[in-house]
């Protein structure tokens, strides 16, 4: 095995996978992570691999695309899907997380690997020799984010996400709410709101009205389409939420026998069922706001919430034009980028990103050729979307079927995704043993 040293800037998913995956390849690592000495608007708990939104990794079904980007990394030995499969929690056919569990076995992992030194310190530059990951996250300090603007040369792209609250389940009124899944699939695995059309129409214009956070005068808002504040749907139309996150099909409540009008969602945030996490209620709103409105849910009027929703500032890089196919830079191939600040979108992207910055980074310091995963693998579309050099307007994306290669012999539609899913594993397998 190589010898070789890397230093990874970043504790998040990306700069944990990677670290596991060039430590596996006998590569030296040296992890700088500035928590607990300095923490983002976003971040709470010292542990590596902190859960900041949803505690849910979506689906882990196999013929769909993030569950086929699962299937990949686990046949790499993925850190992180090893510590979510050890701190799962129910959520029908999603993977999802106690999110404290989670990140402390990562940090455990990392901790006891004899090649991986943590040091709990901000850099603030990035090092002019050696071998680096940038791996930190859509959260990237303004110190370290002026740093990456100088080395690129270029001015950074950013959007903003929004943290869904979070509910004692034990302040969930089940005398009105109701637990099952849409059309049954995944048992009782989630919390479900009911509402007629009064109670629906109230609420969203409760939500329209309250008072949200303003943005800083030098932001912009640029949202991930997949990741709206509420209150953005709600302003595109009164019936938006009834047809997005608080869509009733596939629902019955058990008081009424039928469908209700619109439905808000909770899904159990971790293993004991203590907390419960408000499914696709990302928003923007003042606290106090958030207290007031998200009471008018039937079920929900004496709710305690334990985190409120809040709005942040997600950076990435222009990668088309800054990265290659090996998520190296184009101008200093020893610096390698990984996760969200990439462009992709999601957890377990991030983390995938991270994998193969891990993968690539050992074998460049290891002397080896580095080999882009297939573009018909999960993890070859990932690399093609960040390096598409046709995308004129660069915007993060998660992982869909859409970025797959076409196949190359017809076939019946309902087949499509399982024929997408079976070339991917083979070409996969092939590609591991190219990179060993």
């Known amino acids: 095995m190589g010898k070789g040293q ?3 800037i970043g504790g998040g998913l990306a700069g944990c996978e990677a670290a596991w995956q060039a430590a596996r390849r006998g590569v030296t690592v040296t992890l700088y992570e500035m928590k607990p000495k ?19 990794l979506k689906s882990d079904a196999l013929e769909s695309a993030p569950g086929l980007l699962k299937e990949e990394m686990r046949r790499l030995d993925s850190l992180i899907l090893w510590a979510a499969q050890r701190s799962r929690v129910p959520a029908g056919s999603a993977l999802a997380v106690d999110r404290e569990e989670f990140a402390r076995l990562i940090t455990q992992a990392l901790e006891t690997r004899d090649e991986v030194q943590i040091i709990r310190e901000e850099v603030i530059s990035i090092p002019g020799q050696g071998v680096v990951i940038i791996a930190t996250g ?6 370290m984010a002026s740093a990456i603007m100088e080395l690129t040369q270029r001015r950074h792209l950013y959007f903003y996400d929004a943290i869904s609250p979070i509910v004692t389940a034990e302040s969930i009124d089940f005398g009105i709410a109701f637990k099952g899944s849409r059309y049954g699939k995944g048992g009782d695995d989630y919390v479900n709101c009911p509402m007629n059309k009064e109670e629906y129409y109230r609420f969203v214009n409760a939500i329209k ?21 509420i209150e953005d749907l709600a302003e595109r139309g009164d019936d938006t939420l009834a047809f997005g996150p608080m ?41 106090h706001e958030q207290e ?12 305690e919430f334990v985190r409120f929703g809040s709005l942040h500032r997600n950076t990435f890089i222009d990668a ?28 377990v992207e991030s983390a995938a990103m991270g994998l ?55 076939g019946p539609k309902k087949q499509k995704k399982r024929r997408l899913v079976e070339r991917a594993l083979k070409d996969l397998e092939t590609w591991k043993e190219a990179i060993g």
């Open 356 to 410: 193969l910055a891990g993968v690539n980074a050992a074998r460049y310091l290891n002397g080896q050729k580095i080999v882009p995963p297939p573009g018909t693998t999960a993890l070859g579309a990932l690399v093609g979307h960040i390096t598409n050099l046709y995308a004129k307007d660069y915007q993060p994306m998660s992982i869909n079927f859409g970025l797959f290669p076409p196949l190359q012999r017809k």
């Open 209 to 229: 009205e309250g008072q949200k956070v303003p943005l800083r005068g030098f932001e912009e808002a640029m949202p991930f389409e997949g990741c709206l504040p």
């Open 247 to 287: 869509k009733p099909v596939g629902l019955i409540d058990p008081r009424t026998g039928r469908q209700p009008f619109a439905v808000v969602q909770l899904r159990q945030e971790n293993r004991e069922g203590t907390l419960y996490n408000m499914v696709g209620f990302q928003t923007k709103l003042r606290y």
């Open 6 to 8: 890397l230093l990874i």
């Open 138 to 143: 859509p959260l990237t300090s303004e110190s």
């Open 320 to 347: 088309p034009r800054l990265l290659s196919q090996t998520l190296q830079l184009r101008s200093d191939p020893r610096i390698f980028f990984a996760g969200q600040i990439t462009g992709v979108e999601g957890y």
């Open 38 to 56: 300095r923490f983002s608007e976003a971040h709470h708990s010292h542990f590596l691999g902190e859960l900041v939104c949803s505690n849910s």
């Open 292 to 303: 007031r409105v998200f009471r008018l849910i039937p079920g929900l009027q004496r709710a």
